[in-house]
């Protein structure tokens, strides 16, 4: 495989490209080998960039939905044509294939485009003048303005993606940002943050590098933020929402998952339903949030399932993700696949029987590579690690269950409560048990699909998160409700209603 030349993330405050104090490789997870280098900021470099973006903000925010939409739309367009690229070097720095990382970039880019129409479809209700059938305020407005400025902070596994499912609601809103992009996978986000920061004003997007543990603590800590828009895992959600609370920041929180599929004794056992199955648990190697992490499936129709996901896995290639044929990469980082190998071995010695299926295709260097077969795991004890916890790796457990309330107990069995499906032939029995089950989305007969529909509110329940993107939810994040209301003449207006006045009667008399 021809692998694309060497590219460096740097920082990038208030209009001009920053380096950094120390500096740090990127490395190709297919191969071991170095493809990049990310230049590492500091706090000092998050105060500055908080002082651009405080600077910036007042006439970003007031150029005005359409004007700031204009300006965002022309940078996209730009980015747009270097979307292949852009796409490869994702592909190049995750491990994904190259379909997942065309979406990673393209996905970005609409959200871009999504959100400046939705604030402009919004700003035009914006100003309500008069409250019909209160009979109280002579005026009433309800504005939705942006909080200041937003600090983003997103995870390697969809860099790009899931980073500007913060940046975009905050800047079509009107906030200005400060973004950390994540030391693992810096590169492809690093050129699309450049690109459209050149082409906004100086200070409204601005790129601070480096570790989470000094550059995201300080951007979650610093008073000059008003809001942080985080996906991660639960661990550093925690410590985010920790730093936040010391300045009341609002704080949005997409963090870990470990999804629970139920497949209900009345499912219809089809090709879709395996491939469906198959995609929502593989996809991205595993390491997508809302994967299926654990599948409990009626004892009725457990070999059945079984027989169809071994069938199915085995046909999936596995290959470096630069070659078109390969359906599956590597898992990004090194950390993860030592922890997807002890994992199976832990399965292994608690008794369980593990899998490891798939085609291992040539292109895939295997003893270099972080590669991990799809692999299924049944007779796993029901609270082992593997099945309680977030594995983030393409390793499946499927456990059997005779008893409905049993398997909802099961599927509700953990501190996290991200997304969720059931499976079944009768709609009305398969909403049944999603009710009872604790997650922000539960899909029906799908999984991976469900989560695509734009407008339905996207998050966690228990430790899996606070609050909800997608749409008008995301902005709840990054705007506040200010009412003015106003009334000619307050005693007129509110005869008797309010406690203050009558006291202010009393005084006076
Ligand atoms: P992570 O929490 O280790 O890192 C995420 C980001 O936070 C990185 O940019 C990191 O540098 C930064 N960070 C680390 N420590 C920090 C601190 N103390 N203060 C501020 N920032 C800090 O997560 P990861 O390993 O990059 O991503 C994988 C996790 O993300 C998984 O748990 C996955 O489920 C979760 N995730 C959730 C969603 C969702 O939408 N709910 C989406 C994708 C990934």
Not at 82 to 106: I, M, N, P, S, Y
Not at 156 to 182: D, H, M, Q, R, Y
Not at 256 to 269: C, E, K, Y
Request: overall charge negative.
């Amino acid at each position: 495989m021809v692998r694309p030349e060497w590219r460096a993330a740097t920082s990038y405050i208030d209009g001009l490209a920053v380096p950094g104090t120390a500096s740090e490789q990127v490395l190709d997870p297919a191969t071991g080998g170095r493809i990049g280098t990310v230049q590492l900021g500091d706090a000092a470099m998050v105060d500055d960039a908080v002082v651009a973006a405080g600077a910036a903000f007042p006439s970003w925010r007031d150029l005005g939905p359409s004007e700031r939409g204009r300006m965002i739309l022309d940078a996209t367009d730009v980015v747009e044509a270097d979307v292949g690229e852009l796409a490869a070097t994702v592909g190049l720095e995750v491990g994904k294939v190259r379909r997942e990382a065309f979406g990673d970039v393209a996905g970005a880019l609409a959200l871009l485009r999504g959100f400046v129409g939705l604030v402009e479809e919004l700003s035009n209700g914006e100003d309500r003048t008069g409250q019909p059938g209160t009979g109280q305020a002579t005026a009433v407005r309800i504005r939705h303005v942006p909080v200041g400025p937003v600090g983003v902070i997103g995870p390697w596994n969809t860099p790009v993606f899931l980073t500007f499912n913060g940046i975009a609601p905050a800047l079509a809103s009107g906030c200005t940002v400060v973004v950390k992009p994540p030391v693992e996978a810096p590169l492809a986000l690093t050129a699309v943050l450049r690109a459209l920061a050149e082409r906004l004003p100086a200070g409204v997007l601005n790129i601070v590098q480096g570790r989470g543990s000094v550059v995201g603590q300080r951007i979650a800590e610093h008073p000059g933020i008003r809001a942080v828009m985080f996906t991660g895992s639960t661990a550093t959600g925690r410590s985010i929402a920790a730093a936040g609370a010391a300045t009341i920041k609002k704080v949005a929180l997409e963090l870990g998952g470990n999804d629970p599929a139920i497949v209900l004794a009345d499912a219809a056992i089809t090709p879709e339903l395996i491939a469906e199955l198959v995609a929502g648990a593989f996809s991205m190697s595993g390491q997508i949030c809302f994967n299926i992490k654990r599948v409990y499936v009626h004892i009725s129709r457990r070999d059945e399932l079984v027989d169809g996901l071994r069938a199915a896995l085995s046909r999936v290639v596995v290959g470096d993700p630069l070659d078109p044929a390969s359906q599956m990469g590597p898992l990004t980082t090194r950390d993860g696949y030592e922890n997807a190998l002890r994992l199976l071995r832990s399965a292994r010695d608690a008794g369980a029987r593990v899998e490891e299926l798939g085609v291992r295709s040539p292109s895939a260097q295997w003893e270099a590579g972080n590669y991990v077969r799809p692999t299924l795991v049944t007779d796993v004890p029901a609270d082992h690690e593997l099945v309680l916890d977030e594995q983030f790796a393409p390793i499946l457990p499927v456990i059997a269950f005779d008893d409905e309330d049993a398997a909802v107990a099961e599927a509700n069995r953990t501190e996290f409560g991200l997304a969720s499906s059931v499976w079944s032939a009768d709609l009305a029995h398969a909403e049944r048990i999603a009710r009872r089950i604790e997650a922000g989305n539960t899909f029906v007969n799908a999984h991976r699909l469900g989560a695509s529909v734009p407008l339905v509110p996207f998050g966690g329940v228990k430790q899996s998160g606070v609050g909800r993107t997608h749409g008008i939810h995301s902005l709840h994040h990054c705007t506040e409700e200010h009412a003015i209301v106003a009334f000619d003449d307050a005693r007129a207006q509110l005869p008797g209603l309010d406690p203050w006045l009558e006291t202010d009667e009393e005084v006076a008399r």
